[in-house]
């Protein structure tokens, strides 16, 4: 190793001692009870430790193994990511059978990562379930202590739902966060520069879930926040509310939404008050609740004019002529549009104007003006493109797709349906990929081309179940049962049940009672 790796190395090491130096200050009274408790415990023994980020969980167990009463100790980290896990005690005595235990070591299981599992919403997560039932076989087959590492929100959910095993507990250890943690993890959501809404699902996962972590920090579960800490709160709730939106969870996102708009009442702001009756309003859109939706938005709008607020005007028009379009009143959402537009424009907005273009290209499409429909996406596309906005493509491209269909030019159809396609991959949009596949599935059903036909259909049916869609589920279904007594394919009632985890034969009764309805 060269001389300059060698003083890098001391560096970063120096660097680490000194933050686990300064968690544990942090943390001394807790810490110190956290050594006791671990030194005098024998046999099985459950404790239970509190800590929201995993970077402090990091030098919480690197404190541990450093700890001079903690050097008789074996310290073991068993991870358990599986969002689907459900018998824990199993993969424990599996994980153990393959640990080889240091002569004279007290051995001590840390676990990791059960929030996962455990969850944020439902009753009874299975993993708890199992939990509960089997927590008697734990004195016999996990014969050394153990400690659970989670985060606030996943302590309260175990001993809601795991009450047996919680009652278990010999130790609950609360270790606070921090101040360099807290504001990494700000840095990571809250001042993030990218919108939660526009990021691929995996990285908005890991966003949520540092979210939910944040969360406990300002709002502990059980205590009412600070008045300090009121706006951090709404800004998370905010953030949570449209998350769960974009992933087409409108109860999840209410129940966050609901809150932010408690503390908005506390803080007497007009402005976040309004951010949330809108962000209501689309939550039920999305369960296509359109009156309330409807009543929510004008709420919005009375808001927005009160504080002679034209930007706010703009989008609870756009929103209100979004309900109309989908209600299938196509020339009251005309008027909602062009009103937008006009403001737009007035306020030289050009940016939001493309959204606008895009919508009334979709009126104009449902009123079957196809030229003007592709006039008004053609603007929406020239501005999105001008202004960087490769994502925002995606959707007119789609659209100029349909329209192209319509006019049988169909290798433009297709090239359009490519390229909206290309563009969702690329910014991991799987759930808008669904409606593309169904346009290519109609396309090749279109010229012939029945195989494609179907492994299109297929894909949009698959994508619709895996985001719990219901209503564009059942559209796609009817689609498939009208294919299916077209084709007569059998391999496609095979494909069905395999994706909706059924018989055969219940898709095909299925399909007999959409033909028949």
Same mark, same amino acid.
């Given at each position: 190793?060269?001389?300059?790796?060698?003083?890098?190395?001391?560096?970063?090491?120096?660097?680490?001692?000194?933050?686990?130096?300064?968690?544990?200050?942090?943390?001394?009274?807790?810490?110190?009870?956290?050594?006791?408790?671990?030194?005098?415990?024998?046999?099985?023994?459950?404790?239970?430790?509190?800590?929201?980020?995993?970077?402090?969980?990091?030098?919480?167990?690197?404190?541990?193994?450093?700890?001079?009463?903690?050097?008789?100790?074996?310290?073991?980290?068993?991870?358990?990511?599986?969002?689907?896990?459900?018998?824990?005690?199993?993969?424990?005595?599996?994980?153990?059978?393959?640990?080889?235990?240091?002569?004279?070591?007290?051995?001590?299981?840390?676990?990791?990562?059960?929030?996962?599992?455990?969850?944020?919403?439902?009753?009874?997560?299975?993993?708890?379930?199992?939990?509960?039932?089997?927590?008697?076989?734990?004195?016999?087959?996990?014969?050394?202590?153990?400690?659970?590492?989670?985060?606030?929100?996943?302590?309260?959910?175990?001993?809601?739902?795991?009450?047996?095993?919680?009652?278990?507990?010999?130790?609950?250890?609360?270790?606070?966060?921090?101040?360099?943690?807290?504001?990494?993890?700000?840095?990571?959501?809250?001042?993030?520069?990218?919108?939660?809404?526009?990021?691929?699902?995996?990285?908005?996962?890991?966003?949520?879930?540092?979210?939910?972590?944040?969360?406990?920090?300002?709002?502990?579960?059980?205590?009412?926040?600070?008045?300090?800490?009121?706006?951090?709160?709404?800004?998370?709730?905010?953030?949570?509310?449209?998350?769960?939106?974009?992933?087409?969870?409108?109860?999840?996102?209410?129940?966050?939404?609901?809150?932010?708009?408690?503390?908005?009442?506390?803080?007497?702001?007009?402005?976040?008050?309004?951010?949330?009756?809108?962000?209501?309003?689309?939550?039920?859109?999305?369960?296509?609740?359109?009156?309330?939706?409807?009543?929510?938005?004008?709420?919005?709008?009375?808001?927005?004019?009160?504080?002679?607020?034209?930007?706010?005007?703009?989008?609870?028009?756009?929103?209100?002529?979004?309900?109309?379009?989908?209600?299938?009143?196509?020339?009251?959402?005309?008027?909602?549009?062009?009103?937008?537009?006009?403001?737009?424009?007035?306020?030289?907005?050009?940016?939001?104007?493309?959204?606008?273009?895009?919508?009334?290209?979709?009126?104009?499409?449902?009123?079957?003006?196809?030229?003007? #429909? $592709?006039?008004?996406? *053609?603007?929406? +596309? !020239? =501005?999105?493109? &001008?202004?960087?906005?490769?994502? /925002?493509? @995606?959707? %007119?491209?789609?659209?100029?797709?349909?329209?192209?269909?319509?006019?049988?030019?169909?290798?433009? #159809? $297709?090239?359009?349906? *490519?390229?909206? +396609? !290309? =563009?969702?991959? &690329?910014?991991?949009?799987?759930? /808008?990929? @669904?409606? %593309?596949?169904?346009?290519?599935?109609?396309?090749?059903?279109?010229?012939?081309?029945?195989?494609? #036909?179907?492994?299109?259909?297929?894909?949009?049916?698959? =994508?619709?179940? &895996?985001?719990?869609?219901?209503?564009?589920?059942?559209?796609?279904?009817?689609?498939?049962?009208?294919?299916?007594?077209?084709?007569?394919?059998?391999?496609?009632?095979?494909?069905?049940?395999?994706?909706?985890?059924?018989?055969?034969? &219940?898709?095909?009764?299925?399909?007999?009672?959409?033909?028949?309805?």
């Amino acid at each position: 190793m060269s001389s300059s790796n060698k003083l890098s190395n001391q560096h970063n090491n120096s660097e680490l001692q000194a933050e686990i130096a300064k968690f544990i200050a942090y943390n001394q009274d807790e810490f110190a009870e956290l050594v006791t408790f671990i030194d005098f415990a024998e046999k099985f023994t459950l404790g239970f430790i509190e800590i929201n980020f995993p970077p402090d969980i990091d030098l919480l167990i690197a404190g541990l193994r450093q700890e001079p009463q903690c050097q008789s100790i074996q310290f073991v980290v068993l991870d358990f990511p599986d969002a689907n896990l459900r018998f824990l005690r199993d993969e424990l005595v599996q994980q153990l059978a393959k640990i080889p235990q240091e002569n004279n070591k007290k051995l001590v299981l840390l676990i990791r990562n059960l929030e996962k599992s455990i969850g944020v919403f439902g009753d009874y997560p299975p993993v708890l379930q199992d939990l509960n039932f089997v927590r008697d076989s734990y004195r016999q087959t996990v014969p050394h202590p153990l400690l659970f590492i989670l985060p606030d929100y996943a302590i309260s959910r175990l001993a809601k739902f795991a009450p047996d095993f919680w009652a278990w507990k010999s130790g609950l250890f609360r270790f606070k966060t921090t101040e360099s943690t807290r504001d990494e993890a700000i840095a990571n959501t809250l001042n993030a520069d990218t919108d939660i809404e526009r990021l691929p699902t995996p990285e908005q996962q890991e966003r949520i879930d540092l979210l939910h972590r944040l969360l406990m920090e300002y709002s502990p579960t059980g205590e009412t926040p600070s008045l300090a800490n009121l706006r951090n709160c709404y800004n998370i709730l905010m953030e949570l509310g449209k998350a769960y939106l974009s992933q087409f969870k409108p109860i999840q996102a209410r129940e966050y939404l609901e809150k932010a708009g408690e503390i908005t009442k506390k803080l007497s702001n007009d402005s976040l008050q309004r951010q949330v009756i809108h962000h209501l309003g689309k939550s039920y859109q999305q369960q296509r609740q359109f009156e309330k939706a409807n009543s929510y938005h004008e709420q919005a709008l009375d808001i927005g004019k009160k504080q002679k607020n034209s930007r706010a005007v703009a989008i609870s028009l756009f929103s209100l002529g979004n309900v109309s379009l989908e209600m299938r009143k196509f020339h009251q959402a005309q008027d909602y549009y062009q009103q937008t537009l006009d403001i737009e424009i007035e306020s030289g907005d050009r940016y939001s104007c493309a959204s606008t273009y895009h919508q009334l290209g979709m009126v104009a499409q449902e009123l079957q003006e196809f030229k003007e #429909a $592709r006039h008004n996406y *053609q603007q929406a +596309l !020239d =501005i999105t493109i &001008e202004y960087g906005d490769r994502y /925002g493509c @995606a959707s %007119t491209y789609h659209q100029l797709g349909r329209v192209a269909q319509k006019l049988r030019e169909f290798e433009q #159809a $297709r090239r359009n349906y *490519q390229q909206a +396609l !290309d =563009i969702k991959i &690329e910014y991991g949009d799987r759930y /808008g990929c @669904a409606s %593309t596949y169904f346009q290519f599935g109609k396309l090749a059903e279109e010229l012939g081309e029945v195989e494609e #036909a179907k492994a299109n259909y297929l894909q949009a049916v698959q =994508i619709t179940a &895996e985001f719990n869609d219901d209503y564009r589920l059942e559209f796609s279904l009817g689609n498939l049962a009208r294919f299916y007594q077209v084709t007569k394919d059998e391999s496609l009632l095979a494909a069905v049940s395999e994706i909706l985890g059924v018989s055969v034969e &219940e898709v095909r009764q299925s399909f007999d009672e959409i033909r028949n309805s």
